[in-house]
């Protein structure tokens, strides 16, 4: 069985930062591409990052370019995402989610992740 185990949020001012991880099981974490996902009230679940089998590629959505770094440690089998200089339109439930591709290229889609986490809440008061 799969499992992905998200760290908890938090509370951050605006400007500040934040590192979230990701825990998987059940599956060969160092084969698979890893995506962090967001969705906030209202909205549809939008992409923030993603990072390839062997952590040597990532993408980004553009308005995250320069404060926010995914990052895997294929030992721990554990993905992470650190927010800098953050936003109050940063606030959003966070999800890790996990794909079978092992390359960004094509960049996957949300339909192309199988396997999510619960979603953590990180909240950016201004």
């Known amino acids: 069985q799969v499992q992905l185990v998200e760290s908890e949020g938090g509370l951050v001012q605006a400007g500040g930062s934040l590192t979230l991880s990701c825990v998987v099981s059940g599956r060969t974490f160092s084969n698979y591409v890893m995506g962090w996902f967001r969705q906030a009230p209202g909205k549809e679940r939008e992409f923030v990052a993603a990072?390839?089998?062997?952590?040597?590629?990532?993408r980004y959505v553009d308005s995250v370019k320069g404060r926010f770094t995914i990052s895997r440690d294929n030992a721990k089998n554990t993905v992470y995402l650190q927010m800098n200089s953050l936003k109050p339109e940063d606030t959003a439930v966070y999800y890790c989610a996990s794909s079978p591709r092992r390359s960004l290229v094509p960049l996957p889609l949300i339909r192309d992740y199988d396997y999510w986490g619960q979603g953590t809440q990180v909240t950016v008061s201004s």
């Open positions: 990072i390839n089998a062997n952590g040597g590629s990532t």
